[in-house]
């Protein structure tokens, strides 16, 4: 297998509504449970169907905004893609991944309207001084399970510590069998593993005392991400009542391109 997901078929609707079917493959598997799909590919597929659905030459997708409603089960799916609020200037397009009768993951993306503001352009963020290909590998991270996991390969910036750092993660793997990703489809279908580079807690299910899985994930693009590697420099914070949030800027092999936020619900692990 050499990508995430496989594509069954498309219907599309006389109203405009596209319904995409698929099935993921073992590459999508999750870390929490063997029998969910990862959250950071199904972004991904969320995404190359916000992306395609309707496209305008003159817009983009500036941010996409996503809410957990469960369990992702590592099945065959449905993405239900619709406009909510059309638009010339602005829009907002929503999909809404749906397996063995209920929702999944509702996204919705606000497209906006691009033109020539380079004589104004200015970043607070700061490029990172390191390539990903100078680093060394980082493999702390796979004494998480599932195969999503194992699909990719990391590298990580020096002073990465439990709750603050910098790390680099890429795949070689097509988002659907086929079809070769595009650079935001394969950046963006990795952002998820924001909440995972830098736990408090330590690194590897197998030691954790406390979960810490996010309800949703947030992410602001200032421009399009270029690129195969995604840099995460994040931060977990975690409050004394049960919630923590997972913060970061995203970076391309360019510079930062925008921002992801995760909330997310504490609890002790299952014995």
């Known amino acids: 297998m050499s990508a995430y997901y496989h594509f069954i078929k498309r219907e599309q609707q006389a109203d405009g509504v596209s319904v995409a079917h698929y099935k993921p493959t073992q590459h999508a598997q999750g870390a929490w449970n063997e029998h969910e799909q990862h959250m950071a590919p199904a972004t991904g597929?969320?995404?190359a169907e916000l992306k395609s659905f309707a496209?305008?030459?003159d817009m983009?997708?500036?941010r996409i905004s996503l809410?957990?409603?469960g369990l992702i089960p590592l099945d065959d799916f449905t993405i239900t893609t619709r406009c909510i609020r059309p638009g010339k200037t602005?829009?907002?397009i929503e999909a809404v991944m749906s397996s063995r009768g209920r929702d999944a993951i509702i996204a919705r993306a606000w497209r906006l309207m691009t033109q020539d503001t380079s004589e104004i352009a200015g970043l607070e963020?700061?490029?990172s001084v390191y390539k990903p290909e100078d680093l060394p590998v980082w493999d702390d991270m796979k004494g998480w399970p599932g195969g999503f996991i194992e699909s990719v390969r990391l590298v990580a910036e020096p002073g990465r510590r439990p709750g603050r750092g910098m790390v680099w993660i890429t795949n070689d793997l097509d988002m659907v069998e086929g079809e070769p990703s595009d650079d935001m489809v394969h950046l963006l279908g990795m952002v998820d593993t924001a909440n995972g580079v830098v736990p408090r807690l330590g690194l590897g299910l197998s030691n954790l005392e406390w979960m810490f899985p996010n309800?949703?994930?947030q992410i602001h693009m200032h421009r399009a991400p270029q690129g195969r590697w995604l840099g995460i420099e994040a931060v977990q914070q975690y409050g004394a009542d049960g919630i923590g949030v997972s913060s970061a800027i995203l970076h391309d092999t360019q510079g930062p391109f925008g921002r992801s936020e995760q909330i997310l619900t504490i609890r002790p692990m299952p014995r």
Do not use: H, S, Y
Request: hydrophobic share 50%.
């Open 125 to 127: 963020d700061q490029k």
């Open 215 to 217: 309800t949703d994930l």
């Open 45 to 47: 597929i969320l995404t």
């Open 90 to 92: 602005i829009e907002l």
């Open 60 to 62: 983009r997708i500036a």
């Open 55 to 57: 496209p305008q030459a």
């Open 67 to 69: 809410d957990i409603l």
